[in-house]
């Protein structure tokens, strides 16, 4: 009698003990794919610039897209060659210019994963002109990148070009994203909240062909029909965008010798301040007349292609005060809401970042230390002063056709900052140069392709991870906790 009831006490245990076995490897199984690391989703954006062209592969957690600050910078690829505007009469090159990129990142990308990736080109400034200049030359371009793009196994999202004003603001939201200035969880609070609008960064964008000033200002200084609303993680944003196209750099260097060749005119030897004493340049008029940017109507640059030769002369103060004379500065008068050409810009606010070639430039000078205005200005006095010889065998790695530029180039970058965008002295403190932010580079691409993908959504983020892990673990305690008592309950059983 005793026996027979311990055997039965003891195969109830033993079922007992196996069913917890099985519910433990269950459990296993699921914990396993509750905690799976979630699917790694990728995108990739080309940044079609005046001078040429990069493609940027960005990759992020499935179930965090909504999050802020989660995008990661997978790859970046410098295309070979000139910008996509190059091949204005050659389109079909500029498809073929982007396949080495394009293969760089297929093999970056998991296989099973590339139909998936939303893959945008973008263009800039450089195909802005070329469209004014040719618009069918423009679409031939634009028609034959997307060919090329499309011959790849992703998902081709479409090749365009942006507005100054959607650069300015997607610059702006890569920034402030990368930054996590839009929105921070707080555990404590176990909410979002929203960061001191004064944490948000204005972004200082330089190009070959424009240049893009994006912040946000005081909310009274906005009037109703100037700058743009987002609203961003649930909550609204007030900026100010403006694009100047014809301002970027090269531009205004050729803007600046089509200038002192007509104000030297017949003379075929032109003394240019900003290039180095001992460096001569010679330029073509008819490389003058193709630019939409030089008004090529002045009659003293006239047809047929006589040369001219730019002599250095290495004058940095000779150097400003040439490139503030084009920034049409009278345009604004006495008004310090305004930067140049009359164009209004409310008063400046905030820290700003400063990238692309406002920080290329001067990462070369070493200024992007956070030196104060004086030493910044000291320095480019005296690299300017240096001569060709010595510039040449000092930094002989450097590339021969942008060494001769950095003298003109900083100090564009000091006038357009000073003169046009009024910083002074104490804001110059608030400009940090920088060119990456989390990991990734600072541009338009990725706020471009955050907003293409909805992943900078106007709701605030949600937060309900974390529970069905937890569940899972009490549920694997309980288990476990069965498992072992049922143990102990049989060795019991069968020592008694
Ligand atoms: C992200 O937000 C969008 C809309 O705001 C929503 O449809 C989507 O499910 C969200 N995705 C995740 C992973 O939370
Ligand atoms: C515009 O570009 C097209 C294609 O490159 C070319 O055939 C045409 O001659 C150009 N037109 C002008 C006015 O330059
Ligand atoms: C200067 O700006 C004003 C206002 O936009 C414009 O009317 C004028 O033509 C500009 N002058 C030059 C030389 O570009
Ligand atoms: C920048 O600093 C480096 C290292 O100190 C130096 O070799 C280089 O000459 C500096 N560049 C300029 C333009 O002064
Ligand atoms: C982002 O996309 C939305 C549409 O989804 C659009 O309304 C908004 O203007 C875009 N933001 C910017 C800066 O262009």
């Given amino acids: 009698m005793l026996a027979r009831k311990k055997s039965f006490t003891s195969a109830i245990i033993g079922a007992l003990v196996a069913l917890s076995i099985i519910a433990l490897v269950l459990s296993l199984v699921r914990v396993e794919d509750v905690t799976l690391p979630p699917t790694v989703k990728y995108g990739m954006v080309f940044d079609a610039g005046s001078s040429h062209t990069s493609l940027f592969v960005y990759q992020w957690d499935s179930d965090k897209e909504n999050d802020t600050g989660v995008v990661s910078q997978t790859l970046s690829c410098d295309v070979q060659g000139q910008g996509i505007s190059s091949y204005a009469n050659n389109p079909p090159e500029a498809g073929n210019s982007l396949r080495e990129c394009l293969d760089k990142a297929l093999q970056v990308i998991p296989a099973e994963k590339q139909r998936d990736v939303p893959a945008y080109l973008g263009a800039t400034a450089g195909m802005r002109l070329l469209r004014e200049q040719n618009s069918s030359a423009a679409e031939q371009v634009l028609a034959e990148v997307a060919k090329t793009m499309q011959e790849y196994p992703v998902a081709?999202?479409?090749?365009?070009?942006?507005?100054g004003e959607e650069e300015g603001a997607y610059g702006w939201i890569t920034i402030n994203y990368l930054l996590d200035s839009f929105t921070k969880y707080s555990p404590k609070a176990h909410t979002?909240?929203?960061?001191?609008?004064?944490?948000?960064?204005?972004?200082?964008?330089?190009?070959g062909a424009s240049t893009q000033i994006t912040f946000m200002p005081e909310g009274s200084a906005l009037s109703q029909n100037e700058g743009s609303e987002l609203t961003?993680?649930?909550?609204?944003?007030?900026?100010?965008?403006?694009?100047?196209?014809?301002?970027?750099?090269?531009?205004?260097?050729?803007?600046?010798?089509?200038?002192?060749?007509?104000?030297?005119?017949p003379s075929t030897r032109v003394q240019h301040p900003c290039y180095p004493r001992g460096y001569e340049e010679p330029v073509s008029l008819s490389w003058l007349r193709a630019s939409p940017c030089t008004d090529s109507s002045d009659p003293r640059l006239a047809p047929g292609d006589s040369a001219v030769t730019l002599e250095g002369s290495g004058n940095a103060s000779a150097c400003r005060a040439a490139l503030r004379s084009l920034l049409n500065l009278s345009a604004c008068g006495h008004s310090q809401d305004c930067a140049l050409d009359g164009v209004p810009q409310p008063p400046l606010r905030g820290r700003f970042i400063a990238f692309s070639a406002f920080y290329y430039n001067f990462k070369f000078l070493n200024l992007t230390e956070g030196q104060p205005l004086a030493a910044v200005r000291e320095a480019i006095e005296g690299f300017c002063s240096r001569s060709w010889q010595d510039l040449s065998s000092s930094y002989p790695t450097e590339n021969p056709k942008r060494l001769p530029r950095y003298c003109a180039n900083a100090n564009y970058i000091l006038t357009l900052l000073l003169d046009a965008y009024k910083f002074n002295e104490s804001s110059w403190s608030n400009i940090c140069f920088q060119m990456k932010a989390g990991g990734a580079d600072v541009g338009w691409t990725l706020g471009y392709m955050l907003n293409l993908t909805n992943m900078v959504p106007a709701e605030a983020p949600a937060r309900l991870k974390g529970h069905s892990s937890s569940l899972w673990a009490a549920a694997i305690a309980f288990i476990i906790l069965t498992l072992i008592l049922g143990l102990a309950a049989l060795l019991l059983e069968l020592w008694v």
């Fill in 192 to 207: 979002w909240l929203r960061p001191e609008a004064a944490n948000i960064f204005g972004a200082l964008d330089l190009g």
């Fill in 232 to 265: 961003l993680y649930g909550y609204r944003y007030r900026i100010y965008a403006h694009s100047y196209l014809c301002y970027g750099q090269d531009e205004m260097l050729k803007w600046l010798a089509k200038e002192l060749i007509v104000e030297s005119f």
């Fill in 156 to 163: 081709f999202r479409g090749a365009r070009i942006l507005t």
